[in-house]
């Protein structure tokens, strides 16, 4: 059973940062890209950055909308994925979830991916 867990979330201004954990168990954890996606009420789950099993992200690992802003890493050691949200604006308020990935693809779709945290909130607002 894997299970992961999303951390970190929380009321900022903008313009103001966040880190965002995702806390994984299981051994393998180095063998799987983590992605995370954000939501907001009524509508589709939308990609915002991979994090792959290499440790090695270029820009095309990150959505449009948070290129320059956002930044993924991970620690396998801890079985940690952390999102660094810098710049944040008002429009990233949203449902933040990680999730594992298992199937191949762009990455950027939430059906390459089976198991998924709770999701944290963000809420940028002054």
């Known amino acids: 059973q894997v299970q992961l867990v999303e951390s970190g979330g929380g009321l900022v201004q903008p313009g103001g940062s966040l880190r965002l954990s995702c806390a994984a168990s299981g051994r393998i954890f180095s063998r799987y890209d983590i992605g995370w996606f954000r939501q907001v009420p009524r509508k589709e789950r939308e990609f915002v950055a991979l994090?792959?099993?290499?440790?090695?992200?270029?820009?095309?690992d990150y959505a449009d909308s948070v290129k320059g802003r956002f930044t993924i890493s991970r620690d396998n050691t801890n079985n940690t994925v952390y999102l660094q949200m810098n710049s944040l604006k008002p429009e990233d308020t949203a449902v933040y979830y990680c999730a594992r990935r298992i199937f191949s693809g762009t990455g950027t779709q939430p059906n390459e991916y089976d198991y998924w945290g709770q999701g944290t909130q963000v809420t940028v607002s002054a």
């Open positions: 994090s792959t099993k290499n440790n090695v992200n270029s820009d095309s």
